[in-house]
């Protein structure tokens, strides 16, 4: 996880140094391996949170992790504003969501190169990885964030996400226009108020052909960039911490090799002991 993180840090700032972790001719594992030889455990530790401090002995720009672009670039200043992602699955048309996918990843590169070139902000919701989209099945109306999904059924959720992921992402992995992020992994519907304790419980066969199949789909043919982990618990078992679901199943049967992240707070939480004994 951590080679990924950094290679992908690497790609979407592309700095021009000298240095040959920062030779931009180099492979990016090759910089991304050189680059954590360099790094001290401390360091690596501070970069296990969304908001990555700067270090400024590497010459290494702070970054902000968290943005969001279900239906637009969210909460950075002026951007096309596109029907919540409810309504584009409605729309049952791949390719229209795959252009707008391209017309998001679009004026999130403007925005940022701007932001760069002119000492904006480059923080909070102003980065290149988007946690989006939200490939969550909605079936439980006592869940609040339905709006934000593709709807309940598996299919439709897998082939719109899909071309989301494509338009945002762009045709050439070597260069991205942006990263994409499928959350929440996985089975993350239930109660609103009960999502930070929810233990899910689905059949071996609900779990095999309702909630995850959106999710093989994105990371098999969509190839994003990240996976979102889950606030709630699987069988007992936290998502955020669940080695069938990160590992046996996400890396091993499927074959991710990008990062995984935490939603929001998700260590905190752990931190302040709020799963404790659930």
Same mark, same amino acid.
């Given at each position: 996880?951590?080679?990924?993180?950094?290679?992908?840090?690497?790609a979407?700032?592309?700095?021009?140094?000298?240095?040959?972790?920062?030779?931009?001719?180099?492979p990016?594992?090759q910089?991304?391996?050189?680059?954590?030889?360099?790094?001290?455990?401390?360091?690596?530790?501070?970069?296990?949170?969304?908001?990555?401090?700067?270090?400024?002995?590497?010459?290494?720009?702070?970054?902000?992790?968290?943005?969001?672009?279900?239906?637009?670039?969210?909460?950075?200043?002026?951007?096309?504003?596109?029907?919540?992602?409810?309504?584009?699955?409605?729309?049952?048309?791949? !390719? &229209? =969501?795959? *252009?707008?996918?391209?017309?998001?990843?679009?004026? +999130?590169?403007?925005?940022? /190169?701007? %932001?760069?070139?002119?000492n904006?902000?480059?923080?909070?919701?102003?980065?290149?990885?988007?946690?989006?989209?939200?490939?969550?099945?909605?079936?439980?109306?006592?869940?609040?964030?339905?709006?934000?999904?593709?709807?309940?059924?598996?299919?439709?959720?897998?082939?719109?996400?899909?071309?989301?992921?494509?338009?945002?992402?762009?045709?050439?992995?070597?260069?991205?226009?942006?990263?994409?992020?499928?959350k929440?992994?996985?089975?993350?519907?239930?109660?609103?108020?009960?999502?930070?304790?929810?233990?899910?419980?689905?059949?071996?066969?609900?779990?095999?052909e309702?909630?995850?199949?959106?999710?093989? !789909? &994105? =990371?098999? *043919?969509?190839h994003?960039?990240g996976?979102?982990? +889950?606030?709630?618990?699987? /069988?007992? %078992?936290?998502?955020?911490?669940?080695?069938?679901?990160?590992?046996?199943l996400?890396?091993?049967?499927?074959?991710?090799?990008?990062?995984?992240?935490?939603?929001?707070?998700?260590?905190?939480?752990?931190?302040?002991?709020?799963?404790?004994?659930?």
């Amino acid at each position: 996880m951590k080679k990924v993180f950094t290679l992908l840090f690497i790609a979407l700032i592309q700095p021009v140094f000298g240095q040959s972790w920062k030779d931009q001719h180099l492979p990016a594992d090759q910089r991304s391996a050189l680059l954590l030889k360099e790094l001290t455990t401390s360091e690596k530790i501070s970069w296990l949170m969304h908001e990555n401090p700067a270090i400024p002995r590497l010459g290494l720009p702070g970054y902000n992790w968290w943005n969001e672009a279900l239906h637009g670039v969210a909460r950075n200043g002026k951007a096309t504003v596109f029907p919540q992602a409810i309504n584009l699955a409605a729309t049952f048309d791949t !390719s &229209l =969501v795959y *252009e707008i996918g391209q017309v998001i990843s679009t004026e +999130a590169r403007a925005k940022y /190169n701007i %932001a760069r070139q002119h000492n904006l902000n480059t923080g909070n919701y102003a980065g290149l990885t988007f946690w989006s989209p939200n490939i969550n099945i909605f079936r439980d109306p006592r869940w609040g964030r339905g709006q934000e999904t593709y709807g309940e059924d598996p299919w439709l959720t897998s082939r719109i996400g899909v071309a989301f992921v494509q338009g945002l992402q762009g045709k050439d992995p070597a260069h991205p226009r942006v990263a994409a992020c499928a959350k929440h992994f996985a089975v993350h519907s239930g109660p609103e108020g009960q999502r930070h304790s929810f233990n899910a419980f689905p059949s071996k066969k609900d779990f095999a052909e309702t909630y995850t199949p959106a999710f093989r !789909s &994105l =990371v098999t *043919e969509g190839h994003v960039r990240g996976i979102m982990c +889950a606030y709630n618990r699987l /069988n007992n %078992a936290p998502c955020c911490g669940s080695d069938s679901l990160l590992n046996r199943l996400l890396r091993e049967e499927w074959g991710f090799d990008g990062y995984v992240v935490t939603d929001c707070g998700a260590m905190r939480l752990w931190k302040k002991g709020l799963f404790k004994n659930q």
